[in-house]
């Protein structure tokens, strides 16, 4: 199915959209990945909603992608006597590894770590940042905090740490257990949650040894003092404005969110933008215009995907969310201006062959108005250079592993269809048209241009452009060679 959109659409699922007819509905209308949040999801309904992905996917004869978001540590205070306690600014309390219910003075913190971690001038952020806490004066297994706004505390509300950096490492054992389930269903993204750093990432690396790509959610201050480095070790990115809106001032979240994209795509590392993007959407059958704009923001950003959560997961309308977020991405990529803001911030090819072939592939087939960029890709990297152009053309990722096809259905601009490997050069330019042909994305008369790997079937080694003409019975010729 060949989107008449570049950017791609992620949708999580859960009770509102896990039906296999449901999932049909959302990848007709404009879902290419779908989520499915393992903080909800039991190992049980994940393995039964990657099956209706799957019959889905082979009913309609495309890739289609599958993230599996993992929960990570999870921080929550204790419980009280009375189930809650009101509290007023210049409150004192202290947090404390006692595991008797606490008062108005005390509560158990069951996460020796955040003990360990915290030192005074620390904050405490509880309930969303609802009541944020001012540590002042810190001891062995307790820490003594000051009120300094919010009414009201009670039994197991979360906690966030925007100013401690915590020891431990980004998998729980509940997450280590579902990578285990999740890894032996066939899904091709992980994403991590609460990354701090870019050693949280090695664990994962090292339990899913490369059956997955690895996507990093960033929603913690720490990670984005550390993005580069985190940036060059992940899959992906995903810029999780949730818990990022609620550990940093929000007035930095939008710059934070340009940044990061700015990065990942001079990287050629995909990027995801979450949370709340059509929030409204979760009980109304129309968005807000603030979330129509910012559904538009992040496609004139250049974002590879943008995401739905309880929008598509729980809400009352997780169709027309879908159908909604398709018909924005639409509108804003035939904007006129929409293509000069991508190709301004176009990055500069990196000082390799395979990077220099991807980039002129795209100039060549801007100057030679070229019907589409055909890449035959085993691995998804000469894919990916291809999309790091972000080129005025469509691009069409042929690959003979259905694993990668999956893989970059998250990527921007890149239709993927899976097919035999060529058996030559003559047989690669006639498959290059034929699939054009047939995917919609070039007609009779028209040409392409085809980048791959010589010898064929090298995984990594691009190194080779064809100009190649569309017959008029979808077979294609050698137009230019060299």
């Excluded at 992620?10 to 296999?20: D, F, K």
């Excluded at 904050?123 to 001012?134: E, F, S, W, Y």
């Excluded at 609620?246 to 930095?252: I, N």
Aim: hydrophobic letters at 40%; charged letters at 25%.
């Amino acid at each position: 199915m060949n989107r008449s959109r570049r950017v791609k659409i992620l949708a999580t699922l859960g009770p509102a959209s896990s039906s296999r007819d449901m999932i049909h509905k959302l990848a007709v209308a404009g879902a290419d990945v779908f989520r499915i949040n393992m903080s909800h999801a039991s190992h049980d309904v994940m393995r039964e909603t990657v099956a209706a992905i799957r019959n889905v996917e082979d009913e309609l004869g495309y890739p289609i992608g599958i993230l599996c978001d993992i929960q990570g540590p999870k921080h929550r205070l204790g419980t009280f006597e009375n189930g809650e306690i009101d509290v007023a600014p210049g409150d004192e309390i202290t947090l404390d590894s006692d595991p008797t219910p606490g008062n108005n003075s005390r509560v158990f913190l069951p996460h020796p770590e955040i003990l360990e971690a915290m030192q005074p001038g620390h904050r405490l952020l509880v309930n969303d940042g609802k009541v944020q806490l001012d540590v002042f004066e810190t001891g062995n297994g307790w820490a003594k905090a000051r009120v300094k706004s919010g009414t009201w505390l009670a039994d197991r509300k979360g906690v966030n740490l925007p100013d401690s950096e915590l020891m431990s490492g980004a998998l729980t054992e509940k997450d280590v257990a579902d990578l285990d389930a999740v890894l032996k269903e066939d899904i091709d993204w992980v994403a991590l949650s609460f990354i701090q750093r870019p050693e949280d990432l090695a664990e994962a690396r090292k339990i899913c040894q490369g059956k997955v790509g690895i996507l990093a959610k960033i929603e913690k201050p720490q990670a984005v003092q550390r993005l580069d480095e985190i940036i060059d070790l992940a899959d992906a990115i995903m810029v999780a404005r949730g818990d990022l809106g609620v550990e940093m001032p929000l007035e930095q979240v939008p710059s934070i969110q340009k940044k990061m994209i700015r990065k990942c795509r001079k990287a050629g590392t995909p990027v995801v933008v979450a949370t709340q993007m059509l929030e409204s959407m979760i009980t109304s059958p129309k968005p807000t215009r603030a979330e129509v704009s910012d559904v538009a923001n992040a496609v004139y950003e250049g974002a590879d995907a943008i995401m739905l959560s309880a929008e598509s997961a729980a809400g009352d309308y997780p169709l027309e969310a879908v159908e909604t977020m398709d018909s924005i991405a639409v509108a804003i990529e035939k904007d006129k201006g929409y293509l000069s803001t991508i190709l301004s911030q176009r990055p500069e090819p990196e000082p390799t062959g395979a990077d220099a072939i991807s980039f002129a592939a795209g100039e060549i087939a801007h100057t030679l108005d070229l019907a589409a960029i055909i890449c035959f890709t085993a691995s998804g990297s000469t894919g990916l250079r291809a999309a790091r152009v972000r080129p005025d053309k469509p691009i069409l990722a042929l690959s003979p592993v259905r694993a990668t096809a999956r893989r970059l259905a998250i990527l921007w601009g890149t239709h993927c269809v899976v097919t035999p490997d060529a058996k030559d050069l003559d047989d690669m330019v006639d498959k290059a048209c034929r699939i054009a042909f047939n995917e919609g994305v070039a007609r009779p008369g028209e040409r392409i241009i085809i980048s791959a790997g010589v010898p064929l079937r090298t995984p990594g080694s691009t190194n080779m452009l064809r100009i190649a003409y569309i017959g008029s019975d979808g077979k294609g010729s050698v137009y230019q060679s060299k």
